[in-house]
Nanobody, 118 residues
Framework: QVQLVESGGGLVQAGGSLRLSCAVS???????????MGWYRQAPGKQRELVAV???????NYGDSVKGRFTISRDNAQNTVYLQMNNLKPEDTAVYYC?????????WGQGTQVTVSS
């Protein structure tokens, strides 16, 4: 059973920084491996949106609202993905979800709250 364990959320003032981590526990299919891994977020009353994702063999993709401020990285040996968030804005306030795609299987973390005060 694959689980995604997130950490690093919290309360920060505008202009501050946070770093989210997402560790994979359990066994990923050796047939499919990890196709992509990254982060989505959902603010109250809004749809879930892409923050950043790393696709196997490709460059990271970022949502337009976070480009230039957020950086996604991955430790392949530890099966962990990180999201460095700089120059945070109140509109970044949301629950951040870790995401992993392995072949036809999607996995989601439980979510971690990020709150940015003005």
């Amino acid at each position: 059973q694959v689980q995604l364990v997130e950490s690093g959320g919290g309360l920060v003032q505008a202009g501050g920084s946070l770093r989210l981590s997402c560790a994979v526990s359990g066994s990923i299919s050796r047939i499919f491996g990890i196709n992509s891994m990254g982060w989505y977020r959902q603010a109250p009353g809004k749809q879930r949106e892409l923050v950043a994702v790393i696709i196997r063999g490709g460059n990271p993709n970022y949502g337009d609202s976070v480009k230039g401020r957020f950086t996604i990285s991955r430790d392949n040996a530890q099966n962990t993905v990180y999201l460095q968030m700089n120059n945070l804005k109140p509109e970044d306030t949301a629950v951040y979800y870790c995401y992993l795609l392995s072949g036809p299987y999607e996995y989601w973390g439980q979510g971690t709250q990020v709150t940015v005060s003005s």
